[in-house]
């Protein structure tokens, strides 16, 4: 397993460059010639685009995908294609391209994303709340009112998506001011996972209130006390003490 970009075999960048193989690592992901992968993922894209792509390598990778969906709705690609793709960094695209249609609504959003949401890389299902959150941010009640059903979702992999898209501080993102000052906003949500059985779910439940504990210390402490006395399951258990990690 590759530890650092340098330690990726060239046979091995030349495939993930390729669009022939999926990331095995985040590290991978990073190392992705994205004009290399898009040349070869929509060849029909143009050498204008893929010159716009290169002009832009050192940038940030968010920065990079939503370039990336720029340029993929310029050429009027089909999503379709995006979200069948062998290269979970081309199905990520497909999730920035969701998330920068011209005119959708927020439930046309979701509905689009859910199963880019579910997908089976672990990079794409970054990618799927990542490129969506300043949308569900911006129109917060809607949010939480849309979400709060995927949290009975059949798929751990849904239920984690409705939590973690609107975690209060989040990863690599933009924090949410009001569910930082008012947590209790996501209670919709959060009450539904409190048990879950997924230890994927339990995880971004625990570190959704972390975050909110970094400014509603005693809103947290008093809502896992509530949660222990109500639903002493082993699940709650793991997650209200994840929840109060770095709480002294």
């Known amino acids: 397993m590759s530890r650092g970009v340098a330690d990726i075999a060239p046979a091995r960048l030349a495939l993930l460059s390729g669009g022939k193989v999926p990331s095995a690592t985040l590290t991978e992901g990073l190392a992705i010639d994205f004009a290399q992968l898009l040349a070869a993922a929509v060849p029909a894209v143009g050498a204008a685009r893929l010159d716009r792509m290169r002009a832009q390598a050192a940038d940030g990778i968010t920065r990079r995908m939503a370039l990336a969906a720029q340029l993929l709705l310029e050429a009027n690609t089909d999503l379709a294609l995006l979200q069948a793709h062998a290269s979970d960094t081309v199905r990520g695209w497909a999730c920035f391209t969701i998330a920068a249609q011209a005119g959708w609504t927020l ?94 779910v339990q995880d971004s439940v625990a570190n959704w209130l972390n975050d909110a504990a970094k400014s509603q210390l005693d809103w947290v402490r008093s809502l896992c006390a509530q949660w222990l006395l109500e639903s002493p399951a082993a699940a709650t258990q793991r997650i209200c003490k994840r929840a109060q990690r770095s709480i002294s």
């Open 107 to 200: 439930p046309q959003q979701l509905a689009a994303m859910r199963p880019l949401a579910d997908d089976g890389h672990f990079g794409v299902r970054e990618w799927a709340w990542l490129a969506l959150r300043p949308h569900l941010a911006a129109q917060l009640d809607e949010a939480i009112a849309l979400l709060a059903p995927w949290t009975a979702d059949p798929s751990e992999r849904v239920r984690r998506f409705a939590c973690e898209a609107l975690r209060p501080r989040g990863v690599w993102c933009a924090h949410i001011a009001r569910l930082k000052e008012q947590p209790q906003l996501a209670l919709p949500m959060l009450q539904a996972l409190r048990a879950d059985p997924a230890v994927y």
